[in-house]
């Protein structure tokens, strides 16, 4: 278990600094709470969101023009429920799902004797899914809410720790900043509701981003296994022309670990193709780096189709969401005081802010109008036309 137990260590020096910034984020609300609590008072993160819920889901059924379901719940996970649930979000066949379940339940209890184990049990599980713990643990502090299976999750670790921080950091006299302060956290809590809320109605969307994103790990973890398979002199040979780092002899696991990581097609691909990427259909590959391991440029090939799949699905679905959410709240002086508050801008700057998805809802709005949202849905644009809304509306007059 030593190299193991090693590589344990180094997954949590690569989530130091999120664990760290947990820790700050519980003394600080703690000590903010000792200094004002005497003072003002915030409600409850669950009375808001509950008070909010129906105001938003009749707001949502208007500009949408899409029926949200009577059956969502709301749920306020605190931090290790949270990290919990972030791994049923990595969307994996039902053979790795108790693997991933594991894995991120471990992550969350910090135990690093079952991470090791979880190593040992299943390596190519491990190096493809321990880089989605990374990626969405280290998100927990910027990412208000969730939604999965008729349940909006709203974070309670920091909608309900924030709006104290913020304002004993604003200082004395706390009474008379205490609305503008208030105001930021209602604002919050609207728009995850919001947010969450739309991704309620975007069943389709979410099932094509569901059914890609597990193939992509499918061929991941084919890749995982044939990179473990190969004998040391294949590895040390790909490593010194990859030019990856020197690794020890006495690490074989950490070796097959580096090269699997650079030759992952979510990273060798994009880093040296770039996110253009998601709109071919042909890719080509070192003839050194085939040599060693033929299957490689098959891999790659099968990876494009889902990877563009779920990309496209994941761009729209975000796009719709960030389109959404500018124009149901651009009058609402809550989310304005949430900009100013929490994030240090205003909704001009807010509303600037560059995305592929929201450009294409908005071009396509500007034709279609409320149908827009119920076509992209429907018949979900494809990467080449989310760079291209007009290839879009050509497809549907078609």
């Known amino acids: 278990m030593g190299e193991f137990t090693e590589f344990t260590e180094a997954l949590f020096g690569q989530l130091s600094v999120e664990i760290d910034e947990e820790k700050e984020i519980v003394e600080l609300a703690v000590k903010a709470n000792d200094e004002i609590a005497e003072k003002v008072q915030f409600k409850k993160l669950e009375e808001i969101a509950k008070e909010v819920f129906p105001i938003f889901k009749d707001k949502v059924e208007e500009f949408l023009g899409i029926k949200v379901s009577n059956n969502i719940q709301l749920e306020f996970p605190e931090l290790e429920e949270l990290k919990k649930l972030k ?5 994996a066949d039902k053979d790795t799902k108790e693997f991933v379940t594991e894995l991120f339940t471990a992550v969350a209890k910090e135990d690093r004797n079952k991470i090791a184990e979880l190593m040992k049990e299943d390596t190519a599980k491990y190096l493809v899914y321990s880089t989605y713990a990374i990626q969405y643990i280290s998100k927990i502090t910027t990412t208000y809410g969730d939604y999965l299976d008729n349940v909006i999750y709203l974070n309670k670790f920091i909608l309900s720790r924030y709006p104290q921080i913020i304002l004993h950091k604003q200082g004395e006299p706390y009474e008379s900043k205490f609305e503008n302060v208030n105001s930021g956290y209602l604002g919050a809590v609207k728009m995850t509701v919001l947010e969450e809320l739309i991704h309620s109605v975007q069943g389709d969307l979410q099932q ?28 040390n040979k790909l490593s010194e022309y990859c030019q990856l780092q020197a690794v020890p002899d006495d690490f074989p696991f950490a070796k097959k670990a580096n090269l699997f990581f650079f030759l992952n097609p979510d990273h060798f691909l ?4 770039g996110p253009d990427v998601m709109t071919f259909t042909h890719v080509e590959i070192d003839p050194k780096i085939g040599e060693s391991i033929p299957q490689l440029l098959d891999i790659y090939k099968r990876w494009l189709v889902p990877i563009q799949q779920h990309h496209a699905a994941f761009t729209a679905m975000e796009g719709m969401a960030g389109f959404a959410i500018e124009n149901i709240l651009k009058d609402d002086q809550d989310f304005q005081n949430y900009l100013a508050t929490f994030m240090g801008t205003d909704f001009s700057s807010y509303q600037v802010r560059k995305s592929m998805g929201k450009d294409f809802a908005k071009t396509v709005y500007e034709k279609l109008g409320k149908d827009t949202f119920k076509k992209m849905i429907e018949i979900p644009p494809n990467t080449r036309e989310l760079k291209d809304p007009q290839l879009y509306l050509k497809k549907l007059s078609q």
């Open 208 to 235: 094509i981003n569901k059914s890609a994103a597990i193939e992509v790990n499918r061929i991941n973890e084919e890749l995982a296994n044939i990179i473990l398979s190969l004998d040391s002199e294949t590895i």
């Open 87 to 91: 791994g049923s979000k990595v969307f």
């Open 270 to 273: 994009i880093e040296q193709i």
